[in-house]
C-alpha cells in the first residue's frame, strides 16, 4: 500500500539510536574447529569473519534492554515519557509474554504499550513503520522500537550450511513525531509474500510441529534454509523496495548519501547496490563483524553510521531489509 508524505499528518524523527553486542566473539577460525569449513570459504562466499553470542544467562530482552538505554541517552528521553514499545524479534525471551513486556520492566516504562512484531529480518523496519503510523495518527508520541535477537539458541552447530552466517545482538531507537522537523522519515515500502514460507524457517517448535524429543533429535527447532533461493529472492525484493521507495520520495539513487542495508550477506549487498548504482564508499557495512542479527541488523549499522559520523545531518539515508516470510520493507530518512 502506498505510503507517500503527504500520508504524514506530522513530522516522524529518529531522536536517538542504540545498540549492543555480546561480549563473546566467535570467529571464523574458531567455527573451522566446529564444522568442516575455513575462513577463505566464510569470507569469500559470505563476507563475514565473526560473530558474537550472548551469554547463557542474557535473554533477548537483556541485549534490547541495553541498547534501548543507549537510545535513551542519546534522544534525551526518560523511561516513563515512552508510550509505545515494539520489539522485532524472530527469537523472543518466551512464546509470551512479548519480549517488548520484558524490556518495559527492566527499563521501567510504565506509560508504555508493549507489543513485538514477527517479521524476521526486516522485523526492525516494519517496527519502525508500524511505529510511524501510531505516531502519525497522534494516539502515541514517542515510541521505543528495537530489533534483538538471540539466534545462537536456534542455529545448528552440525550445520555448516547455517550456523556460519547467525550472531547475536540488539539495535533501538526512539522515535517521536513532532509538528516539524528537519529529520524525518520521507517514505517507506513494505512487503510480504507467504508462498515463500519454506526456503527459510524454524520447522519445529510451534503449534505446526510441536517439539518432541525425536523431532529435537533431527533439529526440527533450528534454522533451515535454501540458501541460493533466498539469496535470489533478498536481490531482488531489497532492489525493488529500494527503488519504490525512492520513487514515493522523489528521489533518485544519485541523492542517496548512504544506503543502509540488511547485513546477511557482503554479495546480496553489492548485487543490491550494483543494480541501484549505490557505490560501495555510499554503503554501510559492519556484517563481517556480526554476521546476520536478523531483526537487530539494519537498526545496529544504523546506530553505528549514526554514531561513528557516516550519516550527518541533512544526509539522504536508504535503510532497505529483507527475510523469512518472506517479508521485505526499505525507509528514506532525511537524517
Ligand atoms: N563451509 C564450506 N563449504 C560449505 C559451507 C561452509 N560453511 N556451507 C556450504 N558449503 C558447501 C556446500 O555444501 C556446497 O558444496 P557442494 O557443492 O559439494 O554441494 C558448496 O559449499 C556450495 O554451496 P552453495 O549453497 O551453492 O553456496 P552459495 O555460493 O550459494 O553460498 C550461502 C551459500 C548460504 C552463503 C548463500 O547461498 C547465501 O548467502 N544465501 C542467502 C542466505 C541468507 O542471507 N539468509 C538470510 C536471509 S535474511
Redesign the pocket.
Known sequence: MPDTPKDDLCHVTILGTGSYLPEKVLTNADLEKM????DD??TS??GIKERRIAAPGEATSDLGTKAALKAMEEADIGAEEIDLIICATISPDTFFPSTACYIQKNLGAKNAVCFDISA??AGFLYALQVARHFLNTGNRKTALIIGAEKLSVMVNWED??TC??FGDGAGAAIVQSREKSDRKIIASVMGSDGNQTAI?SVPGGGSACPITPANANEKLNTIS?Q??E??KH?VNAMRDASMQALERAGLTAADVAMVIP?Q??A??IEAITDRLGIPAERTFVNLHKYG?T?AAAVAIALDEANKSGAIKPGDIVLLVA???GLTWASTIIRW
Open positions: 564444522v568442516e569449513t575455513s570459504w566464510i562466499r559470505t524476521a529480518c555448516r550450511n556460519v552466517l527459510l534454509m540458501g541460493r533466498v539469496f533478498a540488511h546477511a550477506n554479495r546480496i546476520n536478523s529483507f527475510g523469512a
